[in-house]
């Protein structure tokens, strides 16, 4: 596969753009927002809460009319977050200290089965309010708004989702509330809150205390959404794998919490090289070259690496498959959780590719194997696992067949596109 691609904007950014947009005074205006299903998810809520969202179009800037911390209206409606845990998570955190006001969530048959209550029982220790099915651990879920109280919550799983819920409650709270990670997670919302105008301070070792204190007005920013790297991933090791491949991927969101792709592609001595790397708008990106590699070394991750590769796991287990020996994933357990349980859902289906894997309960061992062959293959329904099979398609033997394969718009709306002319 060669050619340049410039992969579309950044999912979690682009969630938190319009979130915070939302919740600021004055307007805000968002470059290379992901013209995609999850975000589009989060713009929908936000919407029937009576914010002013411009239309999302591909390549045009959107502009959030925003209504300030405690202006968003009771829905006559319930909030569809689609797919999206990340709106599902972050709304909760946001809704919850709507005094008065009651709110009720849901989402499609994946999302209706993943757990909530990882964010709900922080937010309860705030004073929070969430009903659902098995204690409000799963949606739909009903919130009603509270005067909320600050709190020092140790997080029990290294979730960006969970800390950004948490920081979002905490603008409203009554005094400081603190956030301690087992591990640090993604930052993209200590990033961004900070630039709206939130009081946040993150201390502690390795920066994993953040604390919030109320009483901040947020302003509207003007966001420009770089690259996103978890896209990006897939045609970094596409281009490793694939005999006579170079790909240059363009405006790529290197954020060192998000990087760990990079660093087993590395592990790996797969051709990388970063250029033209600089700051925008508080977000590190660059350019990524990345060519084929002829002989991929093992590697071995942990728990210590998995929160800054954590959806990037399928892709890097298709080039596993091609290592030169047996690599190890491990202390992966939160990839169980994720739109479908991702450990299960590659084993089955790369197995069906002549892989050669070993699942554990919170990993995988993969033994390489000199070719995958080509079959029938299923998404089952994940954007993820859909574009990492259509890799592995390529770079095996004959011919496969994907089902469910229109499931990549949920993150990347062009990437068969991209694909095809990539191939070319
Ligand atoms: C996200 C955080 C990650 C990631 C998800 C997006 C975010 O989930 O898997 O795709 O935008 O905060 P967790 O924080 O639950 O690990």
């Given at each position: 596969m060669s050619g340049k691609v410039r992969v579309p904007g950044d999912k979690s950014i682009s969630h938190r753009a319009l979130l915070f947009g939302s919740i600021s005074e004055g307007i805000t205006t968002i470059e290379g927002l992901l013209p995609a299903e999850d975000p589009i998810s989060t713009a929908a809520c936000l919407r029937s809460m009576g914010v002013k969202i411009s239309q999302i179009v591909k390549g045009q800037k959107v502009e959030v009319e925003g209504v300030g911390l405690n202006g968003l209206q009771e829905p006559t409606e319930i909030l569809d977050c689609g797919n999206s845990g990340t709106t599902m998570r972050l709304m909760l955190g946001l809704l919850v200290g709507l005094e008065g006001r009651h709110f009720v969530l849901t989402g499609d048959d994946s999302l209706r089965k993943r757990p909530m209550e990882r964010v709900g029982q922080p937010l309860k220790m705030m004073g929070a309010q969430i009903r659902g099915r098995q204690y409000g651990n799963l949606a739909p879920l009903s919130v009603f708004g509270q005067r909320l109280h600050g709190a020092v919550i140790g997080t029990p799983v290294a979730s960006a989702q969970v800390k950004s819920a948490i920081l979002l409650a905490a603008l409203t709270a009554a005094g400081s509330t603190t956030v301690i990670e087992p591990a640090h997670s993604r930052d993209h919302s200590e990033r961004m809150l900070k630039a709206f105008g939130a009081n946040l301070e993150i201390g502690g070792e390795m920066g994993r205390h953040i604390n919030v204190s109320p009483g901040a007005v947020l302003t509207g920013q003007t966001v420009v959404v770089p690259g996103d790297i978890s896209s990006a991933a897939f045609w970094l090791v596409a281009a490793t794998i694939i005999p006579g491949s170079q790909i240059t991927l363009e405006n790529v969101g290197l954020n060192p919490t998000r990087t760990g792709v990079l660093e087993v592609l590395k592990l790996m001595e797969a051709n990388i090289q970063i250029i033209n790397e600089k700051k925008v708008a508080g977000e590190p990106v660059g350019d990524i070259l990345v060519t084929y590699s002829k002989k991929l070394k093992p590697f071995s991750i942990d728990a210590e690496i998995i929160p800054r590769l954590v959806d990037e796991v399928p892709i890097l287990s298709v080039a596993a498959c091609l290592c030169d020996g047996d690599s190890y994933i491990k202390g992966a357990s939160e990839l169980r959780v994720k739109e479908t349980d991702r450990l299960a859902v590659m084993t089955r289906q790369l197995t069906a590719m002549g892989a050669r894997i070993e699942e554990l309960s919170d990993g995988l061992i993969i033994h390489g194997v000199n070719q995958l062959h080509g079959a029938s293959l299923d998404s089952e329904t994940d954007h993820r696992v859909a574009m990492s099979l259509a890799i592995a398609a390529v770079v095996a033997k004959g011919d496969s067949t994907l089902a469910r394969?229109?499931?990549?718009?949920?993150?990347?709306?062009?990437f068969w596109d991209d694909f095809e002319r990539l191939r070319k």
């Amino acid at each position: 596969m060669s050619g340049k691609v410039r992969v579309p904007g950044d999912k979690s950014i682009s969630h938190r753009a319009l979130l915070f947009g939302s919740i600021s005074e004055g307007i805000t205006t968002i470059e290379g927002l992901l013209p995609a299903e999850d975000p589009i998810s989060t713009a929908a809520c936000l919407r029937s809460m009576g914010v002013k969202i411009s239309q999302i179009v591909k390549g045009q800037k959107v502009e959030v009319e925003g209504v300030g911390l405690n202006g968003l209206q009771e829905p006559t409606e319930i909030l569809d977050c689609g797919n999206s845990g990340t709106t599902m998570r972050l709304m909760l955190g946001l809704l919850v200290g709507l005094e008065g006001r009651h709110f009720v969530l849901t989402g499609d048959d994946s999302l209706r089965k993943r757990p909530m209550e990882r964010v709900g029982q922080p937010l309860k220790m705030m004073g929070a309010q969430i009903r659902g099915r098995q204690y409000g651990n799963l949606a739909p879920l009903s919130v009603f708004g509270q005067r909320l109280h600050g709190a020092v919550i140790g997080t029990p799983v290294a979730s960006a989702q969970v800390k950004s819920a948490i920081l979002l409650a905490a603008l409203t709270a009554a005094g400081s509330t603190t956030v301690i990670e087992p591990a640090h997670s993604r930052d993209h919302s200590e990033r961004m809150l900070k630039a709206f105008g939130a009081n946040l301070e993150i201390g502690g070792e390795m920066g994993r205390h953040i604390n919030v204190s109320p009483g901040a007005v947020l302003t509207g920013q003007t966001v420009v959404v770089p690259g996103d790297i978890s896209s990006a991933a897939f045609w970094l090791v596409a281009a490793t794998i694939i005999p006579g491949s170079q790909i240059t991927l363009e405006n790529v969101g290197l954020n060192p919490t998000r990087t760990g792709v990079l660093e087993v592609l590395k592990l790996m001595e797969a051709n990388i090289q970063i250029i033209n790397e600089k700051k925008v708008a508080g977000e590190p990106v660059g350019d990524i070259l990345v060519t084929y590699s002829k002989k991929l070394k093992p590697f071995s991750i942990d728990a210590e690496i998995i929160p800054r590769l954590v959806d990037e796991v399928p892709i890097l287990s298709v080039a596993a498959c091609l290592c030169d020996g047996d690599s190890y994933i491990k202390g992966a357990s939160e990839l169980r959780v994720k739109e479908t349980d991702r450990l299960a859902v590659m084993t089955r289906q790369l197995t069906a590719m002549g892989a050669r894997i070993e699942e554990l309960s919170d990993g995988l061992i993969i033994h390489g194997v000199n070719q995958l062959h080509g079959a029938s293959l299923d998404s089952e329904t994940d954007h993820r696992v859909a574009m990492s099979l259509a890799i592995a398609a390529v770079v095996a033997k004959g011919d496969s067949t994907l089902a469910r394969s229109e499931s990549a718009s949920v993150s990347y709306p062009d990437f068969w596109d991209d694909f095809e002319r990539l191939r070319k």
